[in-house]
């Protein structure tokens, strides 16, 4: 399973902006990897710097000190609409009529080629694959004497999930939608404010978390301080992966730690799939919270079994054949003095695909593991994702093909067992009803007529221009 992007949003004076926006990204690297950016505005004009690979990859020194302001945002991607070239990478700014904005979104807009034919009907052009661009400019297109107006008529308009932060030459926006698909924070920093897809990111650059942005709430931040308005909504749909796998076990989302969350999944998990075995693991690092967590519940010792090289990143460096089938292995490497001979429990967050499980398993018993027990934090994954996680298309998913037992025989593992989605809620210990459980239930929270296809808004190769103009 891929990750969601991360966002982050800053307004503060006696600060350097981009280099808060920087330290901010970097806390959110787990969300997206494949490109970052930054944008910032001084009070009358907006400048931006994007580019592919990881944060630390992305400026230099020249770069951050290029870009000044007391307002900026910031982005890491995850493509989930677009491919991943540096057409797409955002914040995207967009400009029409006078107006600029600058736009970095955590989500998925389900009927964003609606939307962006009859954009380009009215006379604006696109340069980019990205449902992000269409959000710009919808907001720009939209009716309204001001910010407030335009995204109102916005998000009557936009259908999917997303999280946002915007700005203006003298503005800082975000934006949830009403589901609240999406986590989004708000927090204090020196006198100024920030807004962050998740609370590590107030952690590392010293702010200080005030609270969650609420679903279908606009925060807007200037001269004149903080302003809110909220667009209701009865039905909630959290994206109960953040608690199972994208967000950091270290943030906090509907007043919950997630680390403490994530070992209640290992604990009933164990009471749920109890195995006599020797050891228990977590495959590091999303499962090792649940992995100590059942040890915890079933008294089976914990153990490291497989150490995890947290430098490969993502690279653009095509593997030799030689290389190519060590797979797994250029991730993951077993120790194998301690896991020789032993029954392992190895606890792991999701099956998706079901195209890394087996390499794990194989690296395990190639070890010397006498016998390999999996154990899983999420129920099957049996319907794709509409709302931000590029997860795969129906007939890819391993759990709508194949029955739990032809699972466990194609993964070679001597047992299987998946976490129940009560036990699910229960780890979780909130209300059923404030999540989007659809990957595991196909009852989406917004009626998905087709499954689009993640290039459909896709622009030319030679259309890769930094900024978006009518």
């Not at 945002?73 to 995850?78: D, S, V």
């Not at 259908?159 to 915007?166: F, K, N, P, T």
């Not at 109890?274 to 967590?293: E, K, Q, R, W």
Request: charged content about 20%; overall charge negative.
């Amino acid at each position: 399973m891929h990750e969601s992007c991360g966002v982050f949003g800053v307004y503060a004076s006696g600060i350097n902006i981009a280099q808060t926006v920087f330290f901010a990204l970097f806390a959110l690297q787990h969300r997206g990897q494949e490109s970052a950016g930054i944008a910032v505005a001084d009070g009358t004009e907006v400048k931006a710097h994007t580019s592919m690979g990881l944060v630390s990859q992305a400026f230099t020194e020249n770069d951050l000190s290029s870009l000044k302001g007391h307002i900026g945002i910031g982005h890491n991607r995850y493509s989930t609409t677009g491919s991943s070239r540096p057409v797409n990478a955002q914040p995207i700014v967009a400009r029409s009529q006078g107006l600029t904005i600058a736009l970095a979104h955590n989500g998925n807009i389900i009927n964003s080629k609606l939307l962006r034919d009859e954009l380009e009907d009215r006379g604006y052009h696109f340069h980019t694959g990205s449902d992000s661009e269409v959000i710009a400019n919808l907001v720009l297109a939209s009716p309204g004497r001001d910010w407030q107006e335009k995204i109102e008529h916005a998000m009557h308009r936009l259908q999917g999930a997303y999280s946002l932060v915007m700005l203006t030459a003298d503005k800082l926006i975000g934006v949830r939608d009403p589901f609240g698909v999406r986590p989004l924070c708000l927090g204090n920093i020196d006198g100024g404010w920030c807004i962050a897809s998740e609370s590590c990111a107030l952690d590392h650059i010293g702010a200080q978390f005030i609270r969650e942005v609420d679903p279908g709430e606009t925060i807007i931040i200037d001269s004149q301080g903080v302003s809110s308005f909220k667009k209701g909504n009865a039905r909630r749909a959290l994206c109960i992966f953040e608690y199972i796998y994208f967000a950091r076990p270290d943030s906090i989302i509907q007043g919950k730690l997630l680390y403490p969350t994530r070992e209640a999944m290992g604990r009933i998990l164990a009471e749920e799939y109890p195995v006599d075995a020797d050891l228990v693991m977590g495959i590091p690092d999303s499962a090792t919270a649940a992995g100590i967590g059942y040890s915890n519940g079933s008294g089976i010792p914990y153990c490291e079994g497989l150490l995890k090289n947290r430098y490969v990143g993502r690279t653009f460096i095509e593997p030799d054949q030689r290389i190519r089938e060590l797979g797994v292995q250029l991730k993951f490497n077993p120790l194998s003095r301690i896991i020789a001979g032993k029954r392992l429990v190895v606890v792991d967050d999701s099956i998706v695909r079901g195209t890394t499980t087996p390499h794990v398993v194989n690296l395990l018993k190639k070890a010397g593991a006498a016998e390999v027990h999996l154990r899983i934090c999420a129920p099957p994954i049996r319907y794709p994702c509409f709302f931000g996680v590029d997860m795969a298309s129906r007939w890819q998913l391993i759990a709508a093909r194949k029955t739990v037992p032809q699972i466990r025989e194609y993964l070679d593992a001597d047992s299987l067992g998946y976490l129940s989605l009560d036990g699910l809620i229960r780890a979780v210990d909130l209300p059923r009803d404030l999540f989007c459980l659809a990957c595991f239930t196909g009852a989406y929270p917004i009626p998905v007529q087709i499954e689009m296809d993640k290039l459909a808004l896709e622009a030319s190769p030679q259309e890769e221009l930094s900024e978006v103009h009518i």
